[in-house]
T-cell receptor, first 110, second 109 residues
Framework: DGGITQSPKYLFRKEGQNVTLSCEQNLNHDAMYWYRQDPGQGLRLIYYSQIVNDFQKGDIAEGYSVSREKKESFPLTVTSAQKNPTAFYLCASRIGETQYFGPGTRLLVL | DAKTTQPNSMESNEEEPVHLPCNHS???????IHWYRQLPSQGPEYVIHGLTSNVNNRMASLAIAEDRKSSTLILHRATLRDAAVYYC??????????FGTGTRLTVIP
């Protein structure tokens, strides 16, 4: 089945720790996105990538980093500089005008 | 980002039609109107999109006002599985979709 997978489903971070969220797609889409969603809120864009080896900051990139070494993969690292990382993180890919979302990763701080 | 205005919540009885409104008075000529929905603890799911003409697909219908300043998502027969947050989004080919807080639809059995 084609789609987007995110792992893990739940992730716990300790103070000062960097953690990496995985996003993989087998849809052969060039564009990929990371969004953050806080409770009761809409989605906010963290980073996006239009093509391999290229990515751009979104509206709330501070405290996050990404890489795009392969078309299928767009991992997001939440660094220790992100002081309020507790949220639901969503990865998406796009073809034409339609975005396809993964199931999300819920990040919690210990 | 072009903004949309939606009611915070709506209720519908099961198997009845639902009309979800969206106002977008600042829409530009190149903005497409997109609808996504998000079930609890899941990623958003594409529902439908259109530019000027009304659109139908297997999930829903999209009715667009003649001046394009408003639109309505129509679910023809609401089921319990349609309970979700529905987002109305304007997209002009920029690289991201701007998601507001959407409309939380409750379906009553």
């Amino acid at each position: 089945d084609g789609g987007i997978t995110q792992s893990p489903k739940y992730l716990f971070r300790k103070e000062g720790q960097n953690v990496t969220l995985s996003c993989e797609q087998n849809l052969n889409h060039d564009a990929m996105y990371w969004y953050r969603q806080d409770p009761g809120q809409g989605l906010r864009l963290i980073y996006y990538s239009q093509i391999v080896n290229d990515f751009q900051k979104g509206d709330i990139a501070e405290g996050y980093s990404v890489s795009r070494e392969k078309k299928e993969s767009f991992p997001l690292t939440v660094t220790s500089a992100q002081k309020n990382p507790t949220a639901f993180y969503l990865c998406a890919s796009r073809i034409g005008e339609t975005q396809y979302f993964g199931p999300g990763t819920r990040l919690l701080v210990l | 980002d072009a903004k949309t205005t939606q009611p915070n919540s709506m209720e519908s009885n099961e198997e009845e039609p639902v009309h979800l409104p969206c106002n977008h008075s600042t829409i530009s000529g190149t903005d497409y109107i997109h609808w996504y929905r998000q079930l609890p603890s899941q990623g958003p799911e594409y529902v439908i999109h259109g530019l000027t003409s009304n659109v139908n697909n297997r999930m829903a219908s999209l009715a667009i006002a003649e001046d394009r300043k408003s639109s309505t998502l129509i679910l023809h027969r609401a089921t319990l599985r349609d309970a979700a947050v529905y987002y109305c989004i304007l997209w002009a080919g920029a690289n991201n979709l701007f998601f507001g807080t959407g409309t939380r639809l409750t379906v009553i059995p």
